[in-house]
C-alpha cells in the first residue's frame, strides 16, 4: 500500500463503525507493524483550559488569552487510550518528544508543549487531542483494499484553518470529489 505518513483517511458514508463513522484520520505513524493515527473533527465537551487545570499547569495569560483556551476544545482523538494527550502543531518550534509528520505540521506528547500554551508560548496553530486510532500489521492495508476509507492530502488548512464540523466534506472535496455524490453504497465495482 505505500507509506500513509502524512496522509488523512477519510470515512466514506457507508462506514457504520461508531468509532469512525463520518471521520477523518491523520495519519501519523505508518509502518510494516501498523499504523497510528488521530482523528481530527471530533470536538469533546472538555476545553484545553479544563485540562491545563487538571495538569495543574498554571497559565500566565490576559483575559483574552485565557477565553481562548476555554474556547479551544479537545478533541477525540480515537478509541485507543482515551486519556493520552497529543498536540498536532505547526512546525515552528520542536519540543521535548516531537515527531515531525511533514514539513508543517509536528507531534508532540510532552508535558512541556502544554506549559509553553499555558505560558502564551506555545504554538500558534495546534489542535489537542486525547487517544488515538491504531491499526495492527497489515490491518489497515485490508481495510483500504475493502475500500473501507478514502485516501486524501493533508494540509495545514484542513487541521487548522476549518471548522471540525466541516472537515469530513473538505478531506472529501480535496480528493475532487463532491461529497453529495458519495452513496451510502460503497464497495468494489
Known sequence: MGELTGKLLVAPPSLDEPNF????????HHDEHGCMGLIIN??????????LDELDIKTRLDDLQRDELRCRPVYDGGPVDPMRGFILHDAWH????????????????SRDVLEAIGAGQGPEHYLFLLGYA?????????????????IAPLSTDILFHVAPGKRWSFGIRCMGIDPGHLSEQWGHA
Open 42 to 51: 471530533r470536538p469533546r465537551k472538555l476545553s484545553v483550559q479544563q485540562v
Open 94 to 109: 520542536v519540543y521535548e518528544n516531537t515527531m515531525r509528520i511533514n514539513e508543517d505540521i509536528h507531534l508532540t506528547t
Open 21 to 28: 463513522r463520518k471521520s477523518v484520520v491523520m495519519i501519523c
Open 134 to 150: 491504531g491499526w495492527g500489521e497489515q490491518q489497515l492495508e485490508r481495510e483500504l483494499l475493502n475500500n473501507d476509507w478514502l
